[in-house]
């Protein structure tokens, strides 16, 4: 198994995730911070959130936001705005970017998040196993594909396939890949039969 001092993510996860909860801030982590409890642990050097903005909310939670976290470009806040990523970065440097949430699946992705103890000691608040393999494929990139595995691999018994197939089918379609559920059904046959 790999080896990887991820203590600084958790230790920024956590003094993010309580100013947050102290806010009022819906949230949870995703990206490759989630991978390394449902996947395999891994080198990452940032932290991915989605918070619920809802729609018409953006520049009320970015501002709330940005009360945690500084901005690491110039126009952060326009830039949140068109693209409902915040990027910005804690105290300590650590990048954090934040997608501003506000469809009905990513409001349950939230509803579906669960505390896990990453540290003795150190929990926080992290996406399912199974909304995690929804994100990694629609995302659609080689890195995600692995995560994927090492994420069908290690937590296997955690999945919801009717979930996760249910929701790749419509976001696939939005996106015009319909190859992504066609991909995700043979990485999992493969790892089956591995």
Avoid at 39 to 52: N, S
């Amino acid at each position: 198994m790999t080896t990887f001092d991820y203590s600084f993510l958790v230790d920024a996860a956590i003094g993010l995730q309580s100013a947050w909860e102290a806010q009022g801030i819906r949230f949870c982590f995703i990206g490759g911070l989630a991978v390394q409890h449902w996947g395999e642990v891994r080198m990452t050097q940032d932290i991915d959130a989605t918070v619920l903005t809802g729609f018409g909310n953006e520049q009320l939670l970015i501002e709330q936001l940005l009360m945690t976290l500084t901005p690491r470009i110039s126009d952060a806040v326009r830039f949140a705005k068109l693209n409902r990523v915040l990027l910005g970065q804690d105290c300590h440097g650590v990048p954090i970017d934040v997608s501003l949430s506000g469809m009905p699946y990513e409001t349950e992705l939230i509803q579906r998040s669960q505390r896990r103890e990453y540290l003795t000691g150190k929990s926080i608040q992290i996406c399912g196993a199974s909304d995690l393999v929804i994100l990694k494929a629609f995302a659609n990139r080689v890195r995600d594909w692995q995560d994927i595995r090492s994420i069908l691999i290690r937590s296997a018994m955690e999945l919801d396939w009717n979930l996760i197939e249910t929701v790749l089918k419509i976001l696939s379609e939005l996106k015009e890949e319909p190859e992504i559920l066609t991909n995700l059904r043979r990485l999992r046959e493969t790892v089956r039969s591995d």
